[in-house]
């Protein structure tokens, strides 16, 4: 059985932890799973804490910019949230800028970029 990834809801906003190791399946069942939680739940933002994820390949920078593409489609935008040092390096080297992924230290400031993101359309 495969583990999914958790998404979290926390008022128009929807959290996802990523604490497993993510292979090529599990990365297009959250894929999914997002797209459809967007609609369903009409969520105008998406955090994606990778606070838990050492290594970085350009797997999951291709699968990072491929979940805010598809989510600001959906009128959601994506933060991505905890990266560490070492995978911010790796990402630059590996030549993923993630083009229109908008970025946080942490849960806290991801949750605030979202909110002035909105006042600012409001």
Do not use: W, Y
Not at 13 to 18: A, D, E, H, T
Not at 21 to 36: N, P, R, W
Not at 108 to 120: C, D, F, P
Request: hydrophobic content about 50%; aromatic content about 0%; glycine content about 8%.
């Amino acid at each position: 059985m495969m583990e999914r990834v958790p998404i979290l809801k926390l008022g128009d906003i929807l959290i996802v932890s990523i604490q497993i190791d993510l292979d090529d399946q599990s990365v297009l069942t959250l894929q999914e799973d997002l797209a459809d939680t967007v609609v369903s739940r009409g969520a105008r933002g998406v955090i994606i804490d990778i606070t838990a994820v050492e290594i970085v390949d350009s797997f999951i920078g291709r699968m990072l910019s491929t979940i805010a593409a598809m989510t600001r489609m959906l009128d959601a935008e994506t933060v991505v949230v905890g990266m560490r040092p070492a995978v911010a390096i790796t990402l630059v080297e590996l030549g993923l800028s993630l083009g229109g992924v908008r970025t946080a230290l942490n849960l806290e400031k991801g949750v605030v970029m979202l909110e002035h993101a909105r006042s600012a359309e409001g």
